[in-house]
């Protein structure tokens, strides 16, 4: 566990994505089985434990420290796990009591001569070691040896049978996954009675899944395949069948094994996603070199089929994340009757007419489906692109030939629930832009409220997993813009933790009292690094009330700070007290120039949502 602790507090504070990859490809190099291949699965977010919630933490922490001081401690520092991982006081270990069917020691009063050199090198104490200087311990080594991933626990010397060392990673998970919730929080503490500070931030990072060290999965899945010198594109098609802890994976990777096979016959494909296209990158590509079509305001679902050994037909539809949510959308598997993989847009259509995103949230995370549902908000599958069919792997076909096969596919379907997505007609960048601000001329009619935008596909382009420059272009319509005035801020979380960048506005309205701001939504991107800085400053200098994590700041008609607030969409909310609530908002300016009171009322997100519904 603590080689791996050391592993997330460098990644954690280090910046540059290729020092990153190589931290954790030395992970991976020098840590055995099944060790390395449950950090992978931490970093690519493929662990949860059901039972550890943050709830949870918050209460072992309570039972051991003054509540007002971990209040006030949390609130400065932002991140739970960082904060009991602090606060977690260092105590005697009960022998009495096992870990993991072990004797606990009581903690070295120096945590060992490895514990000196950890702290020395930790970016948690003192300066970060020069990456080049990182040398990771044999495999044959143990905990704590080596010249780079030392550990807080015993030394060498230290250790016996009366002694054993901290639980390593896959003693954790293995326990994780078996422990009952009545003996969860008895095992948290006295792992937590046993590490260090890096351990326990570490244990409660991984135990809440709350990583938030700047890695993403798919920059875990290229340092596990630069392990073995392998295209990241070959894991990324075989992770789906892929499960914890990756043993035949890295068997691969390293030369001992063969080249792991996803044999379910319904499997989820990584999806591929597109870049946003700015004014700048018209004048590289050639209308004639893309198709486009309607970019629809749902959710984008993969429906896949396919028969088992049996014979028999599984029909499952998953997330573009890879989760099945076969189960909250049973209306719709009866129509996936034929062996292929469709890449489309769940939405909800009643008369004919595609709904809002507002209407289709009906259906979301629903763990009970009842048949009213069902008749009140009938589930459709929007197609748009083919990835399989039978047992025809489509992805490496150009993306034309791949619309015409999907075509013919849906054409063989012949079911209602499950239609084309249309492609748009243009000839022009021109009248391509024409048709993104007026989809109900351009063909969109009655469903033109649901288009987010247009989507412009290259007529070469294979199907690949990621987000792979130049292919395929997302062009959203011009997003609406009002000016609100910050009312109130939270410190973020990660990186974030230690600035106030999660913040509620608000525009006016007549009350009781006269003109006052009602809040209408929340944001907490958009803004650059600077400006995030520049509101940080403001938030501490204008802070007039403290509510828990939350500060109040002055938004009076002369004094406070207006933000440009752009969203995607409008839609009626009685759980807000202004009554309208917003899609995707995000500051898109800080207005230092105007004054609060000139910024705007409740009566113009009426007006907008009038214009909304008369469409």
Request: aromatic share 8%; proline share 8%.
């Amino acid at each position: 566990m603590n080689r791996f602790a050391e592993l997330l507090d460098r990644l954690a504070y280090e910046p540059g994505r290729n020092n990153k990859l190589r931290l954790i490809t030395a992970y991976f190099r020098d840590t055995p089985d099944p060790d390395r291949g449950y950090a992978l699965a931490a970093l690519t977010g493929a662990l949860s434990f059901k039972h550890a919630k943050p709830g949870l933490i918050r209460d072992l922490i309570a039972d051991r420290t003054d509540p007002v001081l971990f209040g006030l401690s949390y609130d400065y520092v932002g991140d739970l796990s960082e904060t009991v991982a602090l606060m977690w006081p260092r105590r005697a270990v009960n022998h009495d009591e096992s870990l993991l069917g072990h004797p606990s020691p009581p903690p070295s009063p120096a945590r060992g001569k490895g514990a000196q050199f950890s702290a020395a090198l930790s970016p948690r104490t003192k300066s970060k070691a020069a990456i080049d200087t990182l040398t990771v311990p044999s495999p044959l080594a143990g905990e704590g040896q080596g010249e780079g991933y030392h550990t807080g626990g015993a030394s060498d010397e230290q250790r016996g049978h009366n002694n054993p060392p901290p639980p390593t990673l896959s003693d954790v998970v293995t326990t994780l996954r078996t422990l009952g919730k009545t003996d969860l929080p008895k095992q948290l503490a006295r792992w937590l009675d046993e590490l260090d500070e890096t351990g326990r931030w570490a244990l409660l990072k991984l135990v809440t899944g709350a990583m938030r060290i700047g890695i993403s999965a798919r920059l875990a899945k290229t340092s596990a395949a630069a392990l073995g010198d392998k295209d990241p594109h070959d894991i990324e098609l075989i992770w789906p069948g892929l499960a914890p802890p990756y043993l035949d994976l890295f068997a691969w990777l390293e030369g001992r094994g063969d080249k792991p096979v996803n044999r379910d016959p319904a499997p989820f494909r990584p999806v591929m996603l597109a870049h946003a296209i700015e004014d700048a990158d018209f004048a590289s590509l050639e209308p004639a070199d893309f198709i486009a079509e309607w970019k629809w305001d749902g959710i984008r679902v993969q429906a896949v089929a396919g028969r088992d050994e049996r014979g028999q037909m599984q029909a499952r539809l998953y997330s573009r994340t890879g989760e099945d949510i076969t189960k909250s959308f049973p209306d719709l598997v009866p129509s996936l009757r034929l062996p292929g993989a469709i890449d489309g847009e769940l939405l909800v259509l009643r008369d004919g007419r595609v709904q809002t995103f507002n209407v289709l949230q009906q259906r979301l995370n629903r763990k009970v489906v009842s048949p009213k549902l069902i008749k009140d908000f009938p589930i459709h599958l929007r197609a748009y692109d083919l990835l399989g069919d039978d047992e025809n792997d489509l992805r490496e076909l150009p993306f034309a030939e791949r619309r015409a096969h999907l075509e013919t596919f849906v054409k063989k379907l012949d079911d209602p629930r499950i239609d084309l997505s249309p492609t748009v007609t243009f000839d022009s960048w021109e009248t391509l832009m024409a048709a993104r601000a007026d989809p109900s001329s351009a063909g969109a009619g009655e469903d033109a409220e649901a288009v987010e935008g247009v989507m412009l596909k290259r007529r070469d382009a294979p199907y690949l997993p990621g987000r792979p420059k130049g292919q395929w272009w997302k062009w959203k319509r011009d997003p609406h813009i009002i000016d609100a005035v910050l009312m109130y801020a939270q410190r973020g979380h990660g990186k974030r933790s230690s600035y106030y960048s999660d913040y509620t506005f608000g525009v006016w309205t007549n009350g009781e009292d006269g003109e006052q701001l009602v809040p209408v939504g929340k944001a907490y991107f958009g803004f650059t690094d600077e400006e995030l800085l520049q509101i940080d400053r403001f938030v501490r200098r204008n802070t007039t009330e403290k509510f828990g994590p939350v500060r109040h700041v002055v938004h009076e008609p002369d004094q406070g700070l207006v933000l440009e607030v752009a969203f995607e969409g409008l839609q009626r909310s009685p759980r807000h007290k202004s009554g309208v609530a917003m899609r995707f908002p995000r500051i898109s300016r800080l207005r230092w120039d105007k004054p609060p009171r000139e910024a705007d009322r409740l009566e113009t997100l009426e007006r907008m949502l009038k214009d909304v519904t008369a469409n």
